[in-house]
């Protein structure tokens, strides 16, 4: 009996993010720019591009055994889907984006209760009523097609956007009122199949493997060598993740270290390695850490 997982892949905004972390976490996949069908070089997967806002309907109904989407979709749609857990990516980094209220600078509006009564655009509705409603405020929610920022204030008084950066609002002369979700990217899957022990296996341990490439987005590999008399000097100076690796040079007296650490904190550590004593220092970049 053959053995495939159907995976549901994002498209869009985070189409190119997504397929990048794939292929750090070992798999390679391609797809023609008009194409829904991307192809994979594990012959036990087979995928599909599906608006993440769709995905968590399609991982429902079991069209797809399991997909990737943002949290915000999955509570838009508000599916019964088994949550295999959290990746830590978006369109443009590692942060969560954000869900905001935002008006024209020179809104009256000033706090979320001034929504009362008033018209908002977006396209995440669901939640944004459920959100408004929880808060005692009642408001005219309408679906955004799209360009949700031109919108106020001829057609919407305010508009419920998401953001990474906030720029695009800035150049739309908007200003943020109120966070309302943060959202980040959710591993979802069929609960039929999450009771199927290999479809369960797989997509654990492409979780995994995901996660450990996120993982290593923001961490580098060093190697050095050093003196026996001043290995501790160097140990000390190691903001490590874990106990560094110490092994034995052929020369008498000499080591090699190797330790992993947060790449933002290389440029201050590197001079303080070198004083200490370290010697032909290495960084390199990791593709995946598995906790």
């Known amino acids: 009996m053959e053995r495939i997982l159907k995976l549901g892949l994002p498209k869009g905004s985070l ?58 979709w999955m509570l838009d749609h508000g599916g019964k889907v088994e949550e295999v857990g959290e990746l830590r990516y978006a369109k443009a980094g590692l942060k969560p984006v954000r869900w905001v209220v935002a008006v024209p600078n020179d809104s009256s ?30 408001a005219e929610v309408e679906f955004s097609w799209g360009a949700t920022e031109v ?23 908007l200003r943020i009122v109120e966070t309302i979700l943060e959202s980040t990217t959710l591993f979802i899957c069929n ?8 479809k369960r296996s797989k997509i654990s341990n492409i979780y995994m493997l995901l996660q450990g490439a996120i993982s290593a987005e923001e961490k580098v590999g060093l190697k050095m060598n050093v003196s026996a008399k001043k290995l501790n000097n160097v140990i000390r100076s190691l903001p490590a993740l874990h106990t560094p690796t110490i092994n034995s040079l052929a020369d008498s007296g000499w080591h090699s270290l190797e330790v992993i650490v947060d790449e933002k904190v290389v440029r201050d550590i590197l001079p303080k390695l070198k004083e200490a004593g370290a010697e032909g220092i290495v960084e390199y970049p990791l593709n995946k850490v598995i906790a």
């Not at 968590?56 to 990737?68: A, F, H, K, P």
């Not at 956007?161 to 002369?173: D, P, W």
């Not at 609960?191 to 290999?198: E, F, I, L």
């Open 191 to 198: 609960k039929k199949a999450w009771s199927d022990p290999w």
């Open 151 to 173: 919108k106020p204030p001829l057609l919407a008084d305010a508009i419920v956007e998401l953001t990474e950066t906030g720029s695009s609002l800035r150049a739309n002369n």
């Open 109 to 138: 509006i000033q706090k979320l209760k001034d929504l009362q009564g008033k018209r908002i655009a977006t396209e995440l509705v669901n939640y944004t009523r459920r959100y408004l409603k929880e808060k005692g405020i009642t």
């Open 15 to 72: 189409q190119e993010s997504t397929f990048r972390l794939f292929k750090k976490a070992g798999f390679n996949m391609s797809v023609g720019s008009r194409s829904y069908v991307p192809s994979m070089d594990d012959p036990e997967l087979t995928g599909l591009l599906i608006r993440a806002q769709e995905m968590t309907r399609y991982v429902e109904n079991g069209v797809i055994d399991c997909g990737l989407t943002g949290r915000d």
